[in-house]
């Protein structure tokens, strides 16, 4: 039966009601093949989507090809160093126009008919040319590669969109911009991002990524072993002073400052003398270079940014950059890049892999915890897939909503952040009825705050 907006999506998606103070999520928005679609067609198609790092395509004619939005893409530097994104279909009868993962070529060629075109776009041979009339420069430039409609970057971060008339990505970006300047600030020389992608699939709905990643609430009882661990050798894990943040359209911040140590910026036991007395140094270089109070940001604090939609960045141990691309309601594609500072010193660039492996790597005291927890959750709401009873198909994000009322900023361990991704998803997706709230909201919800 279709549902309020004429769509078939139902309405009370998100429940908010702030006299009792509850936060309920309908359980249909994971399960839903029409609630996955509707996502597709005014989400996907309609916002900023991260591609990858400008380092991924280093030198003139290197290319990758990804998947966004179920949109396959040719994402690559052409033979003059510009930054291209090509939609990976022949421009003559729709092939995939590329079948290799990653590369360095001048030109593709469509093994279907022999097409050929430079990397710039242009077409650079069709077999027998002579059969069309009207193949002179008019037609050729009516079969150049398809572009994505905008392609912008921020420090090194390609983003791209389906739609036209998205807002400039810095507009888009908002207050995350800057968290993001905060990592090309962490060496002088810069970041880069290593050869090799992690991927791997989840069988789960990809807003359970998102609020696996938003949720420190879970992190001493799930990753109990990398807890015990880290106490082991001699750090102590807090939840103390640890903070979420909404930064407006979508995104959002946790501020985690009791959840171990980082790779140059802030020494731990378990990363040895050595790694020590290179961390003093290179800590005592960004104070001259960055201040002491924005040396501090960037460096003493981990993060983890969610850019809505598609990318996570872990900025922990060491950094990593994480994609997002649901392929349907329940099964999600993850690939997954470290981000490193531009010739880093060997000893450092080993610690630094074998520590980002051992926690957010697939493998990871991490990652395997955080996926069977949330392909758990895909499991068990089909619990109450049936029940009609009022509520019941309906999940809790309530934890931390006295504080708003009180107008304390959130904690890293309350779901303020998590509440904040669903509202924007209502919006995003533009259900009549889909955000029903009661009671009086606080005037004041989560907010940014002023690290420039």
């Known amino acids: ?6 769509t078939g999506l139902p309405g009370r998606l998100v429940v ?11 359980r249909v928005a994971y399960r839903s093949e029409e609630v996955f679609q509707a996502e597709r067609d005014r989400i996907w198609a309609r916002t900023w989507l991260y591609l990858g790092h400008e380092t991924e395509v280093a030198t003139p004619n290197d290319f990758k090809t990804r998947t966004l939005g179920g949109r396959p893409l040719i994402f690559c530097r052409d033979a003059d160093g510009d930054i291209q994104a090509w939609l ?3 421009p003559h009868r729709g092939t995939i126009l590329c079948r290799e993962r990653e590369g360095s070529t001048k030109l593709f060629q469509c093994f279907y008919h022999a097409w050929t075109f430079r990397n710039s776009g242009d077409v650079a041979a069709i077999p027998g040319k002579d059969a069309y009339e009207a193949a002179g420069e008019g037609f050729l ?9 905008r392609l912008e970057s921020h420090e090194g971060f390609v983003f791209v969109s ?3 008339d998205v807002p400039p990505l810095l507009e888009y970006l908002g207050d995350a911009a800057d968290y993001m300047t905060m990592i090309s600030q962490q060496h002088e020389a810069g970041m880069e991002v290593l050869p090799g992608t992690q991927m791997y699939g989840v069988r789960g709905n990809w807003k359970l990524g998102v609020e696996n990643a938003m949720d ?23 939840d103390d002073d640890q903070y979420a943040y909404n930064l407006g359209n979508g995104h959002s911040l946790l501020v985690l400052t009791g959840h171990g140590g980082r790779i140059s910026m802030l020494w731990e036991p378990r990363f040895g003398e050595d790694e020590k007395v290179r961390t003093e140094a290179h800590r005592a270089e960004m104070d001259r270079r960055l201040g002491p109070e924005r040396a501090r940001y960037v460096a003493d604090e981990s993060h983890i940014l969610f850019v809505w939609p598609n990318l996570l960045l872990f900025d922990l141990e060491g950094l990593s950059i994480r994609q997002l691309e649901p392929v349907a309601a329940d099964r999600t594609d993850v690939r997954a890049w470290q981000l490193a500072p531009r010739g880093e010193d060997a000893d450092t660039r080993a610690l630094r892999m074998k520590t980002m492996v051992s926690f957010v790597g697939p493998g990871g005291l991490a990652t395997p915890d955080d996926i069977e927890a949330y392909e758990a959750v895909q499991r068990g709401i089909e619990a109450t897939a049936a029940d009609t009873r009022p509520g019941m198909d309906y999940s809790d994000m309530s934890r931390g909503m006295v504080d708003e009322v009180k107008g304390v ?44």
Do not use: K
């Not at 430039?141 to 409609?149: E, F, N, Q």
């Open 1 to 6: 039966m279709p549902g309020p907006d004429g």
């Open 16 to 26: 908010e009601d702030w006299d009792a103070l509850t936060f309920r999520v309908n």
């Open 88 to 90: 990976n279909s022949c």
């Open 141 to 149: 430039d009516s079969m150049r590669l398809r572009a994505v409609p």
């Open 162 to 164: 389906f739609d036209p």
């Open 216 to 238: 420190g609430y879970h992190f001493s009882p799930t990753h109990n072993t990398f807890v015990g661990y880290l106490r082991e050798t001699g750090f102590a894990v807090t």
């Open 409 to 452: 900023q959130g904690r890293s361990i309350d779901e303020g952040a998590m509440r904040g991704f669903w509202r924007h998803w209502v919006d995003a997706l533009g259900v009549e009825d889909g955000l029903a709230v009661s009671g009086d909201r606080p005037e004041r919800f989560l907010e940014g705050r002023n690290v420039r």
